[in-house]
């Protein structure tokens, strides 16, 4: 079991940066791989950004690559999105995962057994 806690979210220019932080508690962190998903208001939740176990991995899809990156810190249980050059169609709660069954979590949200509660980013144009 493992309890994670979003934080980081907020109101941006276009163009600005926010970095997403996802704090896991409970069973050791290292044993996850972490994701991020974002949904905005009437659409489906999208995939935003994977990371294996090992870190060893990556995956972003077109619409984020290049602009959002992930990244973990097993020290303090701790898995970031750090995200530049934010557009109006960004925004979006965002909500950070984590696969106790998978090495790599990818972009399936079927892949992810807990979830945390949400942060809500908005991009203003």
């Known amino acids: 079991q493992v309890q994670l806690v979003e934080s980081g979210g907020g109101l941006v220019q276009a163009g600005g940066s926010l970095r997403l932080s996802c704090a896991a508690s409970?069973?050791?962190?290292?044993?996850?791989?972490m994701g991020w998903f974002r949904q905005a208001p009437r659409k489906e939740r999208e995939f935003v950004a994977a990371?294996?176990?090992?870190?060893?991995?990556?995956g972003y899809p077109d619409s984020v690559k290049g602009r959002f990156t992930i990244s973990g810190d097993n020290a303090k249980n701790t898995v970031y999105l750090q995200m530049n050059s934010l557009k109006p169609e960004d925004t979006a709660v965002y909500y950070c995962?984590?696969?106790?069954?998978?090495?790599?979590?990818?972009?399936?949200?079927?892949?992810?057994?807990?979830w945390g509660q949400g942060t809500q980013v908005t991009v203003s144009s």
């Open positions: 995962a984590a696969s106790a069954s998978t090495y790599y979590g990818g972009s399936l949200p079927s892949n992810y057994d807990y």
């Open positions: 409970g069973r050791t962190f290292s044993s996850y791989s």
């Open positions: 990371i294996s176990r090992s870190g060893g991995s990556i």
